[in-house]
């Protein structure tokens, strides 16, 4: 167990740093930040990913023949200290370099990673995940969209929800079923979609927090080259597995904390500086305690994150565990929320339409948010089934 | 950076546990509530296991290794209830290291190694928080040296030990100390309490005016500083053991839930048994995440070590609470019994619980370090 610092890494946080502060718009997290309309903000945060990309800075863990710099445990966790600390944006293509890149470093053929890890790294390609129907969410192997074989491509028809970004993306992993005879599992195939094909439309989906970031997916004949199939033809269950393993796995875990570690810090700050009674909120021994408590689990978060990327690089395989992590996050960052609102205390009913709102009213809107994080990515009663029959061997 | 252990940490985890299933298990346990709760066997077979000579420098014929070492050790330690004060002559032995003179560490440190001293803390006074701040047996100058009158409580297997490190204050307004003094000095009475966990040995320490010279004092002057890392080695080493009594509870429960049926089933199928069970794993899995650290941070003196070692101690303890409460609920009515002996891993979690800091105290500690690091104002 070591948590030093070379001087390399040294020179790397300087690096960063120095980069960081050169790239960030002057006053950035104090008096200057993201735009409030939401088309605006996806788009600040893409063109926030392609400066990162510029600066060398976007999927630093990947490798660098993909156009990352395989950055090493150390360096990532430094990242994510730095981008913290600096209150940096978050980028917009999290899908593309979280998940899709992922799977086809472990699926794809070489021909596709040639063709889409540059694009997702350089911001210039953003996906969406198509895997959810309106039938099929947690018992996700019974899709029902179809992708039927004709010559040299498929013909997709059907349905998906919940699609995330699909307003923004070019391109989309889907999940069809290719053949229905099958055992449910098996007659899945996982494709790659171009988004500006005909026959494709989206209609977008109001959010509990009035915001509409995921949307209804149609495939109406829609034709996808075969070449745009990833692994084997009804291979594609295997293939989703992987997915979701990085979906709710460290890499996903450990860039979300450094959000979540933000909200905390400039919460502590609201809380010392919001007067209540003769003091501030901060004085109060609850939300002290409250506080102290979601400091504790957002760090224990950060060092979850450390110790599951430790074994992996020791080659331990990455398996249902990635579940414990998931699980663990989502309800500790809800709790914090939670938190945020008893230290606004009086006035948390306000949200960011009143000038009174303490905050701009960003706690409010990240507690609406937060609802999500026990449903997607798997519910977290589907990730106690996994953990209690896969890691635990109870019986199904 | 790496945050996991190395084969041989590993290892001496495994030869750990392969020890503690064979020779001792929970009916050896039950027999050492009568007599003087000392499990001589098992403390010599700790020793050779290397136990007490991990922490001792070569050249004072110990390992020279560090609490990082001892992570795995600890877990162990803990989910097999070692009666014996064990991780209270580790906390001692890593205050001598630490702070002692060369003459103490030439003393001790090679007894320490071999297994020869048994040394408890003497913290918590019966008036006192969890606070240094508030202890009150004071150290009065007296000849050459000083002498001490008051009260500790809840000092664990004193009767067997051969040496109490007393936490105390040097002369009112001074800075507070650790003195090392044998069980039966004059003017020191033991009175054994009644507590919670039996297999703990608590004891109230009377002291009447007992001499201590600087000899005595770890490190030859009192230090705040020496008392405070007793403190936040302690609370690690208890945060550890709770982390260990944690994953026995849960394993024990989980096979509970394998081979217990109602209704046709094997109860652990039932989601509201499965789900618990998720959960218990979640909780020590990330408990594990804080204790790791924490021994790291303690064992390197990190510039986050107060903060680190305060995580530990609330989110373990938090977590041992959760865990103990459900595994007893887990068993249905078997869990209530004295016979299935579920409630021993309840009773040892619970006095960890409380000791070196209760989760609320240590919450406090981490937002002030919080706050400080964040440079707010405190207004
Ligand atoms: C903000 C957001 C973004 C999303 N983005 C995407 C995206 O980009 N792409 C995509 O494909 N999907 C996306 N999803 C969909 C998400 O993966 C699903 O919502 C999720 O898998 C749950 O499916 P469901 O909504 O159909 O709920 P259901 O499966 O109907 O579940 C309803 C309730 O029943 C419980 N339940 C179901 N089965 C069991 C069981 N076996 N045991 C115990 N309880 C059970 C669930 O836990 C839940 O509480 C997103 C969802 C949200 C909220």
Redesign the interface.
């Known amino acids: 167990?070591?948590?030093?610092y070379s001087a390399k890494d040294a020179a790397f946080r300087d690096e960063l740093r120095a980069w960081l502060a050169a790239n960030l718009p002057a006053g950035w997290g104090e008096t200057v930040f993201g735009p409030e309309d939401e088309d605006e903000n996806a788009m600040f945060r893409l063109d926030w990913e392609g400066k990162l990309y510029a600066g060398g800075w976007n999927g630093i863990a990947w490798p660098v023949k993909y156009g990352g710099r395989g950055a090493?445990?150390?360096e990532q966790?430094i990242f994510a200290e730095e981008m913290a600390r600096a209150r940096a944006p978050e980028g917009l293509n999290i899908i593309g370099r979280n998940l899709v890149a992922t799977t086809l470093l472990h699926h794809g053929s070489e021909e596709q990673r040639q063709r889409y890890l540059p694009k997702i790294i350089s911001g210039e390609e953003v996906w969406c995940q198509g895997f959810s129907e309106p039938n099929a969410g947690s018992d996700l192997a019974s899709i029902r969209c179809r992708a039927v074989r004709e010559g040299d491509h498929f013909v997709i028809n059907g349905q998906k929800i919940w699609t995330s970004f699909a307003q923004y993306a070019q391109w989309c992993i889907l999940l069809a079923r290719t053949d229905t005879d099958l055992p449910k599992h098996q007659g899945i195939s996982f494709l790659l979609v171009d988004m500006s094909t005909p026959g494709i439309s989206i209609r977008p989906l109001r959010q509990i927090s009035g915001e509409s970031e995921f949307n209804e997916t149609f495939f109406d004949n829609v034709k996808v080259p075969v070449a745009n199939l990833v692994g084997d033809l009804n291979g594609g269950w295997k293939i989703a597995m992987t997915t979701l393993a990085y979906e709710r796995g460290p890499e996903d875990a450990l860039g979300r904390q450094i959000h979540f570690k933000q909200e905390l810090?400039a919460l502590?700050?609201t809380a010392?500086t919001l007067k209540r009674g003769k003091?501030?909120a901060?004085d109060d021994?609850t939300v002290?305690?409250k506080?102290?408590?979601s400091?504790?689990?957002i760090?224990?978060m950060r060092?979850?994150c450390?110790?599951a990327?430790?074994?992996a690089?020791?080659g331990k395989p990455r398996g249902p565990e990635a579940s414990?992590n998931k699980?663990?996050w989502s309800h500790v960052t809800q709790n914090m929320y939670e938190t945020a609102l008893e230290a606004l205390g009086p006035l948390a009913p306000l949200d960011g339409g009143d000038p009174l709102s303490p905050g701009e009213g960003r706690f409010q809107l990240s507690f609406l948010r937060s609802k999500a994080f026990t449903i997607y990515s798997g519910s977290s009663?589907i990730?106690?089934?996994i953990?209690?029959?896969r890691?635990?061997?109870?019986?199904? | 950076?790496?945050?996991?252990?190395s084969d041989e940490q590993y290892k001496f985890q495994e030869t750990t546990r392969g020890l503690l299933d064979k020779n001792y298990d929970l009916d050896r346990l039950r027999k050492l509530l009568v007599g003087d709760g000392l499990d001589r066997e098992l403390w010599d077979r700790l020793a050779e296991n290397g136990t007490f000579s991990l922490l001792v420098p070569e050249e004072h014929g110990g390992m020279g290794l560090g609490f990082?070492d001892l992570s795995l050790v600890l877990e162990e330690y803990g989910r097999a209830l070692v009666p014996a004060p064990v991780g209270e002559t580790l906390t001692a032995t890593d205050a001598i290291v630490r702070f002692g003179t060369d003459e103490q560490k030439q003393r001790l440190l090679p007894l320490i190694a071999e297994g020869k001293l048994k040394i408890v803390p003497a913290i918590a006074e019966a008036e006192a928080g969890y606070d240094p701040t508030d202890i009150a047996v004071t150290a009065v100058p007296s000849g050459n040296g000083w002498s001490i009158s008051g009260r500790k409580v809840l000092v664990p297997h004193a009767a067997t030990a051969d040496f109490i490190m007393l936490a105390a204050r040097f002369s009112e307004d001074g800075p507070l100390g650790l003195a090392l003094i044998e069980p039966d000095r004059a003017g020191v009475s033991l009175r054994e309490h009644s507590t919670l966990d039996p297999s703990s040995r608590f004891h109230e320490l009377d002291l009447d005016s007992v001499a201590v010279v600087r000899d005595d004092i770890v490190g030859g002057e009192p230090t705040d500083a020496s008392v405070t890392r007793l403190l936040d080695a302690g609370g690690v080493i208890a945060a550890t053991m709770m982390t260990g009594i944690s994953g026995k509870v849960?394993d024990t429960s989980?096979e509970y839930?394998?081979q217990r049926t109602q209704f046709g089933?094997?109860i652990?199928?039932f989601?509201a048994?499965?789900?618990r069970?998720?959960?218990m794993?979640?909780a020590i899995?990330?408990s594990?995440?804080?204790a790791?650290?924490a021994?790291?941070a303690l064992a390197?003196e990190?510039p986050d070590r107060a903060r680190a070692v305060s995580?530990a101690k609330?989110?373990c303890g938090d977590t041992s609470r959760f865990v103990c409460n459900e595994g007893v609920q887990i068993h249905g009515g078997m869990g209530f019994t004295w016979e299935l002996g579920l409630h021993f891993y309840l009773r040892r979690a619970k006095v960890l619980e409380y000791s070196y800091g209760d989760a609320?105290y240590h919450?406090?500690r981490?937002?002030a370090e919080?706050?400080d690091e964040?440079g707010?104002g405190?207004?």
């Open positions: 167990m070591d948590f030093t090493s445990l150390v966790a810090d502590i700050e010392a003091g501030t901060i021994p002290r305690q506080l102290a408590k400091v504790v689990e760090e224990v060092l979850n450390l110790r990327f430790s074994k690089l020791k414990m699980l663990y009663e990730q106690r089934n953990i209690a029959e890691v635990l061997g109870l019986p199904k | 950076m790496d945050f996991d252990f990082v849960l989980v839930a394998k089933k094997q652990g199928s989601q048994i499965k789900h069970c998720a959960d794993a979640v899995d990330a594990r995440s804080a790791y650290y021994a790291w390197e990190a995580m609330s989110y609320a919450r406090e981490v937002l919080t706050i964040l707010i405190m207004n």
